[in-house]
């Protein structure tokens, strides 16, 4: 992406830059545009009234040029390449453009023969960049003389080939149809894999941007506009292959091919815009349209061919790397959003160019959604001051823009479909896509959504369409780079306007995810071979161990480590490894084996106490080994004496789970013991606020009534015995009440201590008892609790002293233990630990942001260091109508290892299936108790920081006084000596712990990754899943000492430190306007985005300080999978679901253009799960989901679904059902009806789009980052 080349092109999150909005072009309108935001209203061929060629927008300057350098070396290049300032740009040397570059990651779905592979690192991409190199036809390019009209502009580089591969005749990336526009389903019909979108399969269109503002008529929902096919439901969620048209033609819009073109578009309509780059692996982003992208990857077609693109069939959808998202959108984003209704050909009203904020900040959001409804006329004008386009009617193939040229990257120019044809007709957007103002390619970028757009469809973006140009000679590739500078051109300034980048040109999240499942999902992962990087946390996998931990356990960045700091610096790729010690394992796979060494208990090594592993090293014919972490030789006691073979392996080696497998367990002797004396079995002890908001709000009834049951469920080690664990109850409000349910009695007791400020327990025996034994005064005390404080008039309660009633009992009973809180309100009571409301937003956005964080009294942090001392660990579980302290609360949970769950306004009739499984969960899960871990390493790294839910008395020693299934502790690495490439680096975790059951035992993982002296490698073998949940805890834990905004900054100079690194030392040489990112790391631009996006970094208005310190220390002990869906939630499109599969459908993209007005998406994150139903859904759609026959009929209150007796219902909920068992927290069902007002929080987990609270959208944050490294090479 052409970052802007310009200088004028200042950030992008700037103000205009110069560039922008300053001078005029010949047309004489002022030539820079703020970024465009968004079609215009009608499309006005001058700037709208009152438009001001200085609109503060910052200009986007980078997305320009996101050409799609895919091709460019990088694997991920974005292509971004300006165009030189002055002078052609100069061609990069030719790389090979394979079809796909080695390394580099492709957009698209690999093409059907490619098996998607981690390319190395720093392949060339070479797919989608222009080819710099290639037989291309000669490309004359003749960059002579400026054309004098944009018409011959337009021609000129329509011809121009974009592509790696030579251009196919019909222009860079447009498949060149033949010159009779067949019709765009036909265009599909090819089948070429599509290679970007698969994101998109949904909604056509490409995301907008964030700030760009959506045009109207396009809006997603829309009547069906053409452009609405973009949604998903009219294409197929990416297609790879060829035809992509899902159903009949697209909609106008999306046909735009059918229709005759729109006179002047011709040329390039009939082709449709090149989908993002298809094959090639590059990432180049940003560059030229994807669909010439992806032209260049394969060698030309025949002009009339389709498929010429690589994406596949011309037909747009294939043509882009997506994939024939939507049909209609040849984009790869899809049709872009309203513009390209709007485009018809004749119709387009001029329409001013909707100033475009910045995409990263100035815009207004989109419309609501960022995006018009499609069908409907625009919801609201794209941007203040200007007009939003009528709704274009879409007649004609107001694909034309869309597919037709579609829209280029920015980086190409759109290539005629046939150089045959004539020129492409200017279309005052797209014409001869003069340089963008940025730098980036003159032409047009496929529809952006938020842009109406120049192009192709627009034709009229700020000028009257011209007459085709004459067919312009021999295509000539179009390099960013070489386009004259945007002033040169004639085209008009509205054009100018900053062609946004196409969200299909760019890494997909969803391409990522579904070439992993296909490339990985279908063998077991073996973890024999030292640093192989497992399957990602999306695919399903069976793992084999054969000697390093699962991935299920232990999960790194990067799998091949620095073999010194310097490079460790050099790089800033953070060494870390996310350990889930008790992590639950699928039927499938065998769990820890359990070793017993008798009395004198496991063997170690005398030096560093690493316990037996597969990485020790037996040598003296097996009566020593030699240590594999410090290299000390220990002597062989004589019971584990065993001889060895030819290979100097033990002859016992597969027999002894120490010696073979990557994980085991060994059962601790009395020396592993507090005190030298073995555990008492753990107890559970119930804590129940009884004031009168818990009363009110139902939560104490429900508790006692699911405790009678619950009681049965306690964790036990072999499902056929009763569990050991023993009980005790205590109700509070501003007073603890104790209860003695000894079996003996025939009634419950209860014993008030009033005194809170000295707690104690007044009762030893009858407190902790066995349920067995006990149970029906148990189940007397339970139904009395709730009539006891039925009429309860106490609105007051205590907090601190509730666990240390807890805390003492656990001590008498000389036990670990956890505490289960039931707690509403705010501690005000006169009390150890009483709090004070401090709730002040004034203060967020400030440098004293950070004090809301931290605690506001120091008794809960001695209170804590008590309690692991005990091994008392505590769950809380509030219901809170207002204010509770969060951060202050969750002290004591945070650092025993245990969990906080938060029921803001509980109302028992809709979140008491949310609670209760919860509650379930927290008490039956598997865990232990009064636990130590240490992670030993071996010479010449260590670990230096940790993260999660846990306390630390010194520097190597992590106490969790609990520790469950779902608990991570994150590990942080740095170099303290060499390494050497033939030894690599080991770690091992050991975690001491006392079973449910009372056994004392040691965990042990052990992992092993390759070191490397070269950067390519380390490059070549990172996980950035891992990456991105390490940086949020990281960054997480700095809002406790930093402002807000110098987190921000870090993660984000952290991250362009990375990728420049990364492009600097790895990536083979290419335009400094060309984002290059490593095939692994190509998303890491996306999730850093959302993370910076997320309610804790960015908060919106309606964020309260209570969320964000429950989200911040939520997320200290999230493992990869949860944080990944977190914060790119899963989008499933229902309406493609196939009853008769297992599998699910393919999930699109998180980007409201992508969401269908005639389809049903189910949306998860790991804490919300939203039904989101389209206005236009069908009907027989909503009558198999919810028996009701219209959208209207539809009730959005309801939190479960009907089940009716048909295939699709009962699929539905079975797929609910499996979701909401993969995550650790239940999800309740919240059904949001297009346009409804509950739209507006569904559109916050839209993550690809620009958010309320100012976050920017992907194609703008990837601009951003783009000029954040150059700016570093520089």
């Known amino acids: 992406m052409n970052v802007n080349q310009q200088p004028h092109m200042a950030s992008p999150y700037g103000q205009p830059q110069p560039g922008y909005g300053g001078g005029h072009v010949p047309a004489g309108y002022p030539a820079q545009y703020a970024p465009y935001n968004g079609p215009g209203s009608a499309h006005q061929q001058g700037p709208p009234q009152g438009y001001s060629p200085y609109a503060s927008f910052p200009s986007k300057t980078v997305a320009t040029n996101l050409v799609s350098d895919l091709s460019s070396s990088s694997p991920l290049d974005l292509g971004m390449r300006g165009p030189p300032t002055s002078g052609a740009p100069p061609v990069t040397p030719a790389q090979n453009y394979s079809q796909f570059g080695q390394g580099d990651t492709q957009n698209g779905p690999p093409p059907m023969g490619a098996p998607p592979q981690r390319p190395s690192v720093s392949q060339p991409y070479t797919p989608g960049a222009v080819n710099l190199s290639g037989p291309q036809p000669p490309y004359n390019q003749q960059f002579g003389a400026l054309p004098n009209s944009m018409q011959q502009m337009t021609n000129q580089m329509a011809s121009m080939q974009v592509g790696s591969t030579a251009p196919s005749p019909a222009g860079p990336g447009y498949a060149p149809p033949s010159v009779s526009h067949s019709p765009v389903s036909a265009a599909y019909t090819h089948s070429a894999p599509p290679t970007f979108p698969p994101t998109s399969a949904a909604p056509t269109h490409p995301p907008p941007t964030e700030g760009v503002a959506q045009p109207p008529p396009q809006s997603y929902y829309g009547a069906p506009h053409s452009a609405q096919q973009s949604f998903p439901n009219a294409a197929p969620a990416y297609s790879a292959a060829g035809p992509t048209h899902p159903q009949a033609p697209p909609p106008v819009s999306q046909q735009s091919f059918p229709q005759a073109p729109p006179v002047s578009q011709p040329p390039f309509s009939t082709g449709p815009p090149p989908g993002p780059i298809p094959g090639p692996r590059t990432h180049s982003y940003g560059g030229p349209p994807p669909g010439a992208q992806a032209s260049f990857q394969r060698p030309p077609l025949p002009a009339s061919h389709p498929a010429a693109f690589p994406g596949g069939p011309t037909s747009h959808p294939a043509a882009f790397p997506g994939g024939p998202t939507s049909h209609p959108s040849a984009f790869p984003g899809g049709p872009p959003p309203t513009s390209a209704p709007s485009q018809m050909p004749g119709v387009i009203p001029p329409q001013p160019p909707v100033s475009q904020p910045t995409s990263y900040h100035s815009g207004p959001p989109p419309t609501a959604a960022g995006f018009t409804p499609q069908g409907g006329p625009p919801q609201r004008p794209p941007l203040s001051g200007m007009q939003a386009p009528p709704h274009m009617t879409s007649q004609g193939p107001p694909m034309v823009q869309a597919n037709h040229v579609p829209p280029s990257q920015p980086g190409m120019p759109p290539v005629p479909p046939n150089a045959s044809m004539s020129g492409p007709p200017p279309q005052p957007g797209l014409q001869a896509y003069p340089p963008q103002q940025n730098g980036a390619f003159g032409q047009v970028r496929g529809p952006q959504p938020g842009y109406a757009g120049p192009y192709a469809g627009q034709q009229n973006y700020g000028a009257p369409s011209a007459a085709p140009a004459p067919a312009p000679s021999a295509p000539k590739r179009l390099d960013p780079d070489s386009i004259p500078g945007p002033q040169a051109s004639d085209i008009p300034p509205v054009q100018k306007t900053r062609h946004r980048i196409d969200p299909d040109a760019i890494p997909s999240p969803i391409q990522v995810i579904e070439d992993d499942k296909a490339n990985k999902g279908s063998e077991p992962f073996t973890t024999g071979v030292r640093g192989q990087a497992p399957p990602l946390v999306t695919t399903n996998f069976q793992v084999k161990d054969q000697g ?241 404080f039925a009429d309860t008039r106490e609105t007051d309660t205590v907090f601190g002293p509730v666990i240390q009633a807890g805390l003492e009992a656990l001590k008498a009973a000389d036990c670990a233990g956890k505490l289960f809180i039931f707690h509403s309100s705010l501690p005000i009571a006169e009390a150890p630990g009483k709090l004070k409301n401090r709730e002040d937003k004034k203060l967020v956005g400030t440098d004293k942001e950070k004090s809301l964080f931290q605690p ?401 959208s992907y194609v703008d944050f990837l601009c951003h980052m783009h000029k954040e490294i150059r700016q570093l090479l520089s």
């Open 856 to 1256: 506001q009294v120091g008794f809960y942090n001695t209170l804590a260091k008590e309690c692991v001392a005990q091994g008392c660990c505590v769950d809380l579980f509030l219901f809170p109508n207002q204010y509770v302290d969060v951060a202050t609360l969750g002290v004591v949970p945070t650092s025993t290892g245990g969990s906080i769950y938060k029921y803001t306004y509980f109302q028992a009739p809709t979140d008491q299936e949310r609670f209760l499984n919860d509650l379930r969960r927290d008490v039956q899960k598997q865990m232990g108790f009064d636990a130590v871990m240490r992670v030993r390493t071996s010479t010449g790294i260590r670990a230096t920081d940790f993260f999660g839910s846990f306390y630390m008395s010194n520097t190597t020693d992590v106490e969790l006084a609990g520790l469950d299934c779902d608990k991570t502790v994150t590990v942080e690495f740095r170099h303290d000596d060499k390494l050497s490439e033939e030894t690599g680096a080991l770690m091992q975790c050991a975690v001491l712990y006392t079973s449910c059951s009372g056994q004392r035992r040691l965990l042990i993982h052990n992992m092993a990754v390759n070191c490397c002296s070269q950067l390519a490698d380390l490059y070549r073998n990172c996980e950035t899943d891992t990456i991105i949940n390490f940086f949020a805890k990281y960054a997480y834990r700095s809002l406790l000492s930093s402002p807000t905004k110098n987190v921000r900054d870090s993660l984000v100079n952290q991250c362009a430190q990375i990728l420049a690194c990364y492009r600097k030392h790895c990536a083979s040489p290419s335009s400094a306007g060309q984002l290059i990112l490593p095939e692994c790391m190509k998303l890491l631009p996306v999730y850093l985005n959302c993370m910076l996006k997320s309610d804790v970094l960015q908060p919106g208005a309606d964020v309260s300080l209570d969320d964000r310190a429950y989200l911040r220390q939520l997320i200290s002990t999230m493992d990869v999978a949860e944080s990944h869906v977190f914060f790119y939630p899963r989008l499933l499109p229902l309406q493609k679901l196939d009853v008769e599969s297992t599998t699910l459908p393919v999930a699109v993209r998180d980007s409201e253009e992508r969401l269908s007005r005639g389809g049903v998406y189910l949306l998860e994150n790991g804490m919300n799960l939203f039904l989101w139903v389209g206005a236009n859904a069908q009907q027989e759609l909503l009558q198999n989901i919810f028996g009701m026959p219209s959208f209207n009929h539809i009730d959005p209150s309801m939190t479960s679904l009907p089940a009716l007796d048909n295939p699709f219902s009962k699929r539905l909920r079975e797929i609910i059902e499996t979701i909401r068992t993969q995550r650790s927290r239940y999800m309740k069902l919240m059904v949001v009806k297009q346009e409804d007002k509950l739209e507006l929080i569904f559109k916050h987990f839209l993550v690809e789009d620009k958010s309320n609270n100012g976050g920017a």
């Open 548 to 788: 390093n931990s699962s991935p299920r356990y232990i999960r790194c960045t990067a799998y091949n480590v620095p073999c010194n700091s310097d490079m460790a610096k050099q790089s800033q790729v953070p060494l870390a490894a996310v350990i889930k010690p008790l992590a639950t394992l699928p039927p499938d796979e065998t769990p820890p084996y359990l070793v017993d060494h008798g009395e004198s208990g496991p063997i170690r090594c005398n030096r560093c106490k690493a316990y037996m592993c597969p990485y020790m090293q037996f040598i003296e014919g097996g009566r020593r080994f030699q240590c594999g972490f410090c290299s000390c030789v220990t002597e062989v006691p004589p019971h584990y004496f065993q001889h060895l073979d030819h290979t100097g392996k033990r002859v016992d080696c597969y027999e002894r789970p120490e010696l073979s497998m990557g994980s085991y367990e060994f059962l601790a002797t009395v020396d592993y013991c507090k005190n030298n004396k073995f555990p008492q079995p753990p107890a559970f002890i119930f804590l129940i606020d009884v004031s009168y908001n818990a009363v009110k709000s139902g939560m104490v009834g429900m508790v006692c009534q699911e405790l009678k049951t619950l009681l049965d469920y306690l964790p036990r080690e072999n499902p056929d015995m009763e569990s050991n664990i023993r009980v005790g109850f205590v109700t509070y409000n501003k007073v603890l009440h104790f209860y003695n349910v000894k079996a003996s009695l025939a009634q419950p007791q209860m014993m008030v201590v009033s005194d809170v400020a000295d707690m104690f327990v007044p009762l030893l025996d009858g407190f902790l008892v066995n349920v067995q034994e006990s149970r029906v005064v148990i189940e007397s005390l339970l139904d009395q609790i709730p009539e006891m």
